[in-house]
C-alpha cells in the first residue's frame, strides 16, 4: 500500500509540474506572415495565400488570410466547405454569378456556403481578407459540382454593424471597448468584432481560449506578464489554448476579428 501511495504522489507531482495549457499562446506580426498560393494550378493567376492557423489542406478548422490584386474576378465555382471572411484591405464582392457588384469594405463581414456557386472580386488597390473554416481541406470546384446544403450567404457591410457597449454587455468591464456579434452564442464557439479605442490599455481575457485577427488599427501586444512586446498591424495575429490575458495598447483606433471558444471578457 505504501508502495502504491508513493507511486500516486508522484505521479501527481509530475502531472502538476507539466507545462499550464495557458502558457500556450501565439502571435504572429505582419512581417513574419509566410505567404504562398491559394490555388497553385492557377499559377501566377492565384490569389496569394497565408495560414495563420490551422492547415488549409487537410481535414482541419483552419484560419488564413488570402490577398488579391486590383482587377481580380473569379470564374463561378463552388467549394466544397462553408467559409466566413473578413476584409481587412480593399474592396471584395462574393455573390452570385449573375448579382449586381455590393463592393465591402475593411471591416465588412460575409459567408459563403458549400456547394453556392459564386464570383469572388476586388476591386481595391490592394486587397485583404481574412478567411476562417471549421474543416477542410479547403478546395476550387467547378460550378458544375454545385449543391445545395441548407446555408444561405451572409454580406455585412461595417457600415450596417451593430455596436454594443458596457452598457449592453455585463461581463463587458472596460466602458471604452465596443463589441458586434457576427455568429454562434457566447457560452460556445462564436465569432465578434471588438473596437478598441486610441489610447487603450488593457487586456483580452480567455479561459477557454481564443484566436483573434487585426482588421485595423497598431497596437502593442503582451501575452500576460511577459516582458515582450509585440507590434500589431492589420493582418497580425495572436491567440491562447486557455486561461491567460492578452494585453492591448493601441496606437489608434483597432478593430480585432475574435475567434472564441466561450466567453471572454475586455478589462
Not at 488599427?217 to 497580425?236: H, I, M, R, V
Request: proline residues 4%.
Amino acid at each position: 500500500m505504501k508502495k502504491f501511495a508513493l507511486t500516486a504522489v508522484a505521479l501527481a507531482v509530475s502531472l502538476f509540474a507539466l507545462p499550464s495549457v495557458a502558457d500556450s499562446h501565439k502571435v504572429i506580426a505582419t512581417d513574419s506572415i509566410q505567404w504562398g498560393l491559394l490555388n497553385p494550378l492557377r499559377g501566377d493567376a492565384s490569389p496569394k495565400a497565408a495560414d495563420l492557423w490551422g492547415d488549409r489542406t487537410k481535414n482541419m478548422a483552419t484560419g488564413m488570410l488570402v490577398k488579391f490584386e486590383k482587377g481580380f474576378s473569379s470564374p463561378p465555382h463552388i467549394h466544397n466547405i462553408s467559409y466566413r471572411g473578413v476584409v481587412i484591405e480593399g474592396q471584395m464582392h462574393n455573390d452570385d454569378p449573375g448579382a449586381e457588384k455590393m463592393w465591402l469594405s475593411t471591416g465588412s463581414f460575409w459567408t459563403q456556403p458549400a456547394g453556392e456557386t459564386h464570383i469572388t472580386a476586388a476591386k481595391g488597390q490592394s486587397n485583404l481578407i481574412y478567411l476562417e473554416i471549421d474543416s477542410g481541406p479547403y478546395l476550387v470546384q467547378p460550378a458544375e459540382k454545385a449543391f445545395d446544403n441548407g446555408e444561405r450567404p451572409i454580406n455585412i457591410d461595417e457600415r450596417n454593424l451593430v455596436w454594443l457597449d458596457a452598457n449592453d454587455i455585463s461581463w463587458l468591464d472596460n466602458g471604452n471597448a465596443q463589441v458586434a456579434y457576427l455568429w454562434g452564442r457566447t457560452e460556445a464557439a462564436n465569432g465578434s468584432f471588438v473596437k478598441l479605442p486610441a489610447g487603450f490599455n488593457g487586456a483580452i481575457e480567455s479561459h477557454r481560449g481564443l484566436k483573434a485577427v487585426v482588421v485595423s488599427g497598431d497596437a502593442t501586444y503582451q501575452w500576460n506578464s511577459e516582458k515582450s512586446k509585440t507590434a500589431l498591424s492589420p493582418s497580425s495575429f495572436f491567440s491562447s489554448n486557455g486561461n491567460g490575458k492578452h494585453r492591448i495598447k493601441t496606437d489608434s483606433q483597432t478593430v480585432l476579428y475574435i475567434n472564441s471558444n466561450g466567453r471572454y471578457r475586455i478589462e
